[in-house]
């Protein structure tokens, strides 16, 4: 680990969360989220940081639950960025925003996170896992 990389992660701020893959388990990830972030002192970043793990949470929830097998919640604040992270056990289901009909009654929730963060993406693995993520410029 170079020094650039190790004083990063010396500044760098963890929050990490195992939730039930519930309906119930997506509002405590953003409730516990919104809490966490106002220690942090990152009351300028609730509002979009809260949208977001609210949809990433609620489809993990939605289209990433397999009977049995929780979801992970993961914020990482830098100086710079508050990286948000759920991952689920449906690394075979990877999200798209859009493509959805404009009078489809749901589908929108990634296009809510793409309008929010500086940048969003799927990482896949360990098997069978999948992370949604996504950024946020920190003022």
């Known amino acids: 680990m170079n020094p650039e990389t190790s004083q990063l992660m ?20 953003r409730l516990l989220a919104v809490e966490q972030l106002r220690s942090w002192g990152l009351e300028d ?3 979009a940081a809260e949208r977001i793990v609210a949809e990433l949470a609620n489809n993990a929830v939605t289209h990433g639950h ?7 919640l993961r914020t990482i604040a ?15 289901r990877v999200p798209l925003a859009g493509g959805r009909s404009p009078d489809a009654e749901n589908g929108r929730g990634l296009l809510i996170v793409e ?4 940048t969003w993406g799927v990482s896949s693995g360990p098997a069978p896992q999948k992370t949604v993520w996504a950024e ?4």
């Open 66 to 72: 397999v009977p049995g097998r929780d979801f992970r």
């Open 10 to 29: 010396a500044t760098a701020r963890h929050f990490t969360l195992q939730l039930s893959s519930t309906p119930r388990g997506a509002r405590l990830a």
């Open 78 to 92: 830098t100086g710079s960025a508050l990286r948000i992270e759920v991952t689920d056990t449906r690394g075979d």
């Open 45 to 47: 970043s609730i509002d």
């Open 136 to 139: 946020l410029p920190l003022p």
């Open 115 to 118: 309008a929010l963060a500086r």
